[in-house]
């Protein structure tokens, strides 16, 4: 199946600072959705993005889909940014297989 | 408008005993999706629903394992015999149409097996 990297794994940084999180996938997809999964555990939906970029507020993301990467820019981090970020994908092999996730990164925001 | 709701928030039970889990789409969403989020394998598919159809079961970890929805709205995943490596976040996710559209999640259901 579909293998999906993130990196880096961990990133700590200052309230302000900007950040670059990458998501690399094995195969042609058609789906590709970042997610911000809160303390509380909900997955909240930052972007869907197969190919072209996107921009919400300090948030965008850029998917190029013929090289098989995807980054999610943060911009002006605040401490409610902290939590874990994944990339999911759905491989476009034929019907709706679900989400393959990578493992995420986990972002820490300190005052 | 109401986003996808799961019930119960929490389940605690017994090794062997049997659990029922609840899955409420977002009105209109034709398609249905079941995952767990446990520590050792992270995030992963279990099942999907186009309307009330599954074309494949394949993701269910085990024949202990099943899934059903109805009136291509509601929808139960059903852990029978339940053991300790069941414990885990399920989580339920919908989307308008299948492939080439948003995913939205639920909140989950917290299983603990003791």
Redesign the interface.
């Known amino acids: 199946g579909i293998q999906v990297e993130q990196s880096p794994p961990d990133l700590i940084l200052q309230e302000g600072a900007n950040s670059t999180l990458r998501c690399n996938f094995s195969d042609s997809v058609?789906?590709l959705?970042w997610?911000h999964q809160n303390p509380?555990?909900?997955?909240i939906?930052l972007f869907?993005i197969?190919s072209g970029t996107k921009q919400n507020g300090r948030l965008s993301a850029t998917t190029v889909a013929t090289e098989r990467y995807s980054l999610l820019y943060i911009s002006s981090s605040q401490t409610t940014d902290s939590g874990v970020y994944?990339c999911?994908v759905?491989d476009s092999g034929g019907?709706?297989?679900?989400?393959?996730?990578g493992?995420?990164t986990h972002l820490i925001i300190q005052p | 408008g109401a986003g996808v709701s799961q019930s119960p928030s929490n389940k605690v039970t017994e090794k062997g005993k049997d659990v029922e889990l609840r899955c409420d789409p977002i009105s209109g969403h034709t398609?249905l999706?079941w995952?767990r989020?446990s520590l050792g394998q992270?995030?992963?598919?279990?099942?999907?629903f186009?309307g009330n159809s599954a074309?494949?079961k394949s993701?269910l970890p085990s024949d202990r394992f099943s899934a059903e929805r109805t009136g291509g709205s509601v929808s139960t995943l059903t852990i029978q015999r339940t053991q300790q490596e069941d414990s885990a976040?399920y989580?339920c996710?919908s989307s308008s149409s299948?492939?080439?559209?948003?995913?939205?999640?639920g909140?989950?259901t917290?299983l603990t097996v003791l």
């Not at chain 1, 509380?40 to 997955?43: E, K, R």
């Not at chain 1, 019907?95 to 996730?101: I, V």
């Open positions: 058609n789906n959705q997610f509380w555990g909900q997955l939906n869907y197969p994944f999911a759905e019907g709706a297989d679900g989400l393959t996730f493992k995420g | 398609a999706y995952y989020q992270g995030l992963e598919f279990l099942i999907y186009q074309p494949d993701g976040v989580l996710a299948g492939s080439w559209n948003s995913q939205y999640f909140p989950g917290r």
